[in-house]
């Protein structure tokens, strides 16, 4: 005898109550209807489809875009007694018709896939096989050109509906746009769907954006005084690394997590952070999806994202058990030029893309009009040097390339050469002495790369042969003599990669295909970077209203505790006297900077530095040359 949803809910999740707008969606589904579920950032999208899932006979097929997602979905299921299965990279193939096997005869209720594993022909014709109940297709925005994280391999997420046909569908995203929600229903081919959209209002959220020319000093004192677990986003593994080294220092405990660990260390890390042993987790764009951690009560973005979308679902990783809760972009001046230069003038256009495929096919002597389906080994360093092209717009433009079937890469085609220097630079030298024949490969190395002993730094041996004047297999092969010496941690992932042609050389005509796709796709870049540094600069509007202004939803009244919103707080004269004696009491015990006495003070930092301005105009006090405050 089939459960119905709430009884289904309590058995396995412990609630009594859906929220929002589930348990209509979950109705819906049952009906047989197809839904497009616009939640926000805790909602509880995936109780959308898998409490319906479990309600009916057969199994629900769910593509989702990230293998920690999908294991983490998995893993949850399994805790509960259901029977999931994840089809994940570096499945063996006799593996694969075993999981398969599973899922036809073995009573699954879920097999959970990346939208890349579904185009392979066994999957799908496996799934042809199958009772499925349920289509889910999670973070659906992925299938629409114009959102914030296109993935071409998504729109072959529509051929769940030849595959499947009686079977209704459900899309969820967190993130989508009218014009995006619209994409995902053509390409989806969904038939009279319901559009559910939740508010995305997070009231208990206060948005703010911290203008300090010392970012550091600011990330210091909001991560160091928050009273909850918080996380902190940057772009690049370095980067985090270099955070949560200086939180450490500062006596807030901190770790970093990013795609350059293995697995384990990520296990371990997550879990000192989910248990509350560690408070702040440092951490690249990627983390935080399906991770369920309701105490969150501090998000900082130390650099500005590359969409409000993206911002938007990593803010709304706080307070989702409803308290109190900040999120906090921090920047200085030069942060508007940097997110331009990371995240635009990279593009490459669509000259630099006919040159880089005139190259790519000359490198390796393919004859127009041939080419397809070979397949060759491929070093990108090597390849970028000999032609002279931009390692990074070359490195885009592959990737575009590949977007677009024209090529197909590796896997590892991302991957870099990494070296971290673990002896003292005594022992360096000692060791140097007794190998001077390499020696001005260590020294180039040294000079090359800043904070080498650091942390794991990314090397370009290429680059690294040029500046020594020696063979780059000199370089790779002193690297690894280095690392058995025990000298340096070195990650050897220089080797050959390997690039299939998957159409004929037609030189011009090959990028014209999808050339004016690719200048819309970089038009919408560029827009959501504009988007985003548009809401950075507004400081007249709520800062929750323009966030929900961009998604289609009007909110009326104002947040009253964003950074725009307490800025227009006014402060009476009578609170302004009081302040001001308890800034001349502070500086008649000793002289000191307004950050002390604001760390000190229980007002607001623009409060204080208004009082101290008009103490100082009123000539009540005076500064020093080591810009302390003190009584006249």
């Not at 593996?95 to 005869?105: A, G, K, R, V």
């Not at 030849?162 to 994409?183: E, M, N």
């Not at 948005?207 to 970012?215: A, G, I, P, S, T």
Request: proline share 3%.
């Amino acid at each position: 005898m089939q459960m119905n949803p709430r009884e289904i809910l309590k058995k396995y999740w412990g609630f009594s109550q859906f929220k929002g707008s589930q348990e209509q969606i979950i109705a819906e589904i049952l009906e047989g209807r197809d839904v497009l579920a616009l939640l926000p950032t805790g909602g509880g999208k995936s109780l959308c489809y898998q409490v319906p899932a479990l309600a009916k006979k057969g199994i629900c097929i769910v593509v989702s875009p990230l293998v920690a997602l999908i294991q983490d979905q998995v893993d949850s299921l399994r805790t509960k007694g259901i029977k999931a299965i994840a089809l994940t990279g570096g499945i063996p193939p006799w593996e694969l018709t075993d999981l398969l096997d599973n899922c036809l005869y073995g009573n699954y209720k879920f097999l959970y896939l990346s939208p890349e594993r579904l185009q392979q022909e066994v999957v799908q014709e496996r799934i042809q096989q199958m009772q499925v109940n349920l289509l889910a297709i999670d973070e659906a925005h992925c299938i629409s050109q114009w959102g914030n994280d296109f993935r071409p391999a998504y729109l072959g997420c529509s051929v769940l509906r030849d595959l499947a046909p009686d079977a209704p569908a459900i899309a969820l995203t967190a993130t989508a746009t009218q014009s995006v929600a619209q994409d995902i229903v053509e390409n989806l081919k969904f038939q009279d769907p319901l559009e559910i959209k939740d508010s995305f209002a997070r009231d208990n959220i206060a948005f703010k954006v911290l203008v300090d020319e010392d970012k550091r000093y600011r990330l210091r004192q909001l991560c160091t005084t928050t009273p909850r677990s918080g996380i902190v986003y940057v772009r690049t593994r370095r980067m985090a690394q270099e955070i949560a080294h200086l939180l450490n220092e500062n006596k807030c405990t901190a770790t970093y997590f990013h795609g350059g660990i293995s697995k384990r260390e990520k296990e371990q890390r997550l879990g000192l952070w989910m248990r509350n042993e560690i408070k702040v987790m440092v951490a690249t764009n990627a983390f935080g999806m399906g991770i369920d951690k309701p105490d969150v009560g501090l998000v900082v973005h130390y650099q500005i994202p590359d969409s409000i979308e993206n911002y938007f679902q990593e803010a709304g990783r706080a307070g989702r058990d409803g308290g109190d809760a900040e999120a906090v972009l921090v920047i200085n001046g030069a942060d508007e030029i940097q997110v331009k230069n990371q995240f635009l003038s990279v593009l490459p256009d669509i000259p630099f893309l006919k040159l880089l495929y005139y190259k790519l096919c000359n490198y390796f002597q393919i004859a127009y009009g041939e080419g397809e389906h070979e397949t060759f080994q491929f070093r990108f360093n090597e390849f970028c040097d000999t032609y002279k092209l931009n390692s990074i717009w070359a490195y885009n433009g592959l990737r575009i390339l590949d977007q677009n079937s024209v090529i197909a890469l590796s896997e590892a085609f991302s991957k870099k050469t990494t070296v971290q220097f673990t002896a003292s630079k005594q022992q360096l030298f000692h060791y140097l002495d007794t190998h001077k024949k390499e020696a001005p490969i260590a020294q180039t190395l040294l000079r090359t790369y800043g904070g080498i002993f650091d942390f794991e730094t990314k090397v370009n041996t290429v680059l690294i042969s040029k500046k020594a004047k020696v063979p780059e297999q000199l370089v790779l092969d002193f690297l690894e003599t280095l690392q058995k010496d025990d000298i340096i941690k070195y990650k050897a992932e220089h080797s050959d990669l390997e690039i299939t042609f998957i159409v004929p050389r037609e030189d011009d005509r090959t990028i014209n295909v999808f050339a004016k796709k690719i200048k819309a796709q970089q038009q919408t870049k560029i827009g959501h970077v504009e988007q985003m540094l548009s809401y950075v600069k507004n400081d007249k509007t709520c800062r929750s209203r323009q966030l929900l202004s961009y998604f289609g939803e009007h909110k009326k009244g104002s947040c009253g505790k964003c950074d725009v919103c307490t800025r227009k707080k006014k402060v009476t004269k009578d609170v302004q006297q009081v302040i001001a004696m308890d800034v001349l009491d502070l500086l008649g015990e000793k002289r000191q900077g307004s950050r002390e006495m604001i760390n000190v003070l229980p007002y607001r930092e623009e409060v204080v530095l208004k009082v101290l301005q008009e103490l100082l105009e009123n000539g009540k006090i005076g500064i020093n040359a080591k810009n302390e405050y003190e009584l006249n």
